[in-house]
């Protein structure tokens, strides 16, 4: 006996490319040296390769490209942080450079995924620079006008950055990924910003 149904079902679905190769380009960027390309066989037969042996350091010198910027380089760093728990480390990578425009640009990831409200990793990263800045300038003495040191809101004016971890088990606070909750994170970011800094 043979089953034949009385209609067949298609789905079709539309890749629209820009989207598509916008992502790509972002993971590339997070991935230093990886190689990705992408090739559109449909008539208009586009296709680009994406490569940033610079990293995230490379995007961020892309999200500044037209703004002022305030120093040459993108301070960068990457190190590995030991969990307490001893299970595998999680990898901190961080590029910043601040620019002459008011508005803060800061893109967080973990394992690749764009945390588009932040997180634990975000939250390490502005304590860090906030302490780092006022211990700096205590000890050189820039704060003879500032009585009680610097505050986030003070340093965050024109700052571009891009933190991503690579975490082996991290919790989040939906299934959209958009916050990064796991609590450790915050303590290993900030640990090596102050260090790296």
């Given at each position: 006996m043979t089953f034949k149904p009385d209609h067949e079902i298609f789905t079709v679905m539309e890749i629209q490319y820009d989207i598509l190769a916008s992502r790509l380009r972002e993971l590339a960027f997070l991935n230093a040296g990886f190689v990705i390309t992408l090739t559109d066989e449909r008539a208009?037969?586009?296709?680009e390769t994406f490569e940033y042996q610079g990293g995230i350091s490379e995007f961020v010198e892309l999200l500044n490209k037209t703004k002022e910027p305030v120093h040459d380089k993108v301070v960068t760093f990457v190190a590995e942080q030991a969990q307490?728990?001893?299970?595998?480390?999680?990898?901190?990578?961080?590029?910043?450079?601040?620019?002459?425009?008011?508005?803060?640009?800061?893109?967080c990831y973990t394992n690749?995924?764009?945390?588009?409200?932040?997180?634990?990793?975000?939250?390490?990263?502005?304590?860090?620079?906030?302490?780092?800045?006022?211990?700096?300038?205590?000890?050189?003495?820039?704060?003879?006008?500032?009585?009680?040191?610097?505050?986030?809101?003070?340093?965050?004016?024109?700052?571009?950055?891009?933190?991503?971890?690579?975490?082996?088990?991290?919790s989040f606070d939906s299934q959209t990924k958009s916050k990064l909750v796991s609590s450790e994170v915050k303590g290993m970011v900030e640990n090596v910003m102050v260090d790296k800094l």
């Open positions: 208009e037969g586009r296709s307490e728990d001893g299970g595998a480390a999680v990898i901190v990578e961080v590029a910043l450079q601040w620019n002459s425009t008011y508005a803060e640009q800061i893109f690749n995924i764009h945390n588009k409200d932040g997180g634990t990793h975000l939250t390490g990263f502005r304590a860090a620079l906030t302490r780092v800045f006022n211990t700096y300038g205590q000890a050189q003495n820039l704060f003879k006008e500032v009585k009680s040191g610097l505050t986030g809101e003070d340093i965050r004016e024109g700052r571009t950055g891009v933190v991503s971890v690579k975490h082996p088990d991290p």
